[in-house]
């Protein structure tokens, strides 16, 4: 009787056991979670994320050819980016802008942006820009200087990174609301060689737009992330400094995620460069705390790694193992809030 009692008990948790052992995967991220077991804590499942993905849409921006404001090529990518974005389950807005650039040129701008469950109140906003420089303006040659990039890296990283995770996002849905950002008239800062009057903030146009009108009135959310130049084969994300001084404990909490799955050597704990980019705009404009997570090579002259504005910013030096490194960092965090 007495051992009747016991012996079932123990049968049926060898029995779980067995289960749970069958089903599991080698890495952490792959753990399901969907039926934990009384008594202990639920660890949130975190999708893995798909390098060969993020590649593939990081190509087809480059398959348009410079994203360049005003060119057909870049009322091209747009119209794909919202297609992607809808067809991954999005609620899409939009914002068409006229914006005023350094040389008085008027960049007919468009901001893009996909919502997951636009009514949570608990949201994380991910954001990237999305045009290419009209310029090879650290290159050495006058005439090559004068030709826009094909950005694989500065600009298509990002978002390719980003559309890979709005296909995962999809399949599994986060606790909380997430907004994903694709800024338009980025990289049209005033180049070097430019000798007329001075002109302030050239650079991010298009997030200074949504800073002043953002796509939902009174828009907010907790923090949010920033990706620029994340596919460059060794790259490496240093803590950059106005995102450590204004966000320093998503730069923590972003930084252990990464080294939690493995990815230290992509992200070093040590402070980068102070850099202008869209995350300036989003905190100062809406004061909404925003991580940069940017390559930072300080071997290089730049710092921003020797393919910056030159030619050599194409698909030759996108590396899937550094977009896998972002990306599943990314998911990781995004996927732990609760
Ligand atoms: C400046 O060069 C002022 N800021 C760097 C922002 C940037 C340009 N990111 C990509 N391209
Ligand atoms: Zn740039």
Redesign the pocket.
Known sequence: MKHTCTLIPALLLLMAATLACGSKSGTASEATGNSPEAGTQRVASVPRFNADSAYLYVKQQTDFGPRVPNSPAHKACGDYLIGQLRRFGATVYTQEADLVAYDNTILKARNIIGAYAPDKKKRVLLCA?WDS?PYADQEKSKKAQRQPISGAN??ASGVGVLLEVARQLQQQEPTIGIDIIFFDA??Y?TPTFHRGDYKPDT??LGSQYWGRVPHVQNYNARYGILL??VGGRGGTFYQEMFSKRTAGRQVEKIWDAAHRLGYGAFFPKDTGTE???DHVYVYNLRQIPCVDI?NYSPASGSG?GDF??THGDNMDIIDRATLQAVGQTVLEVIYNEK
């Open positions: 820009h420089r500065d600009g980025e990289d800062g650079w991010c620029d130049m850099v202008t980019d940017i921003f910056w504005h």
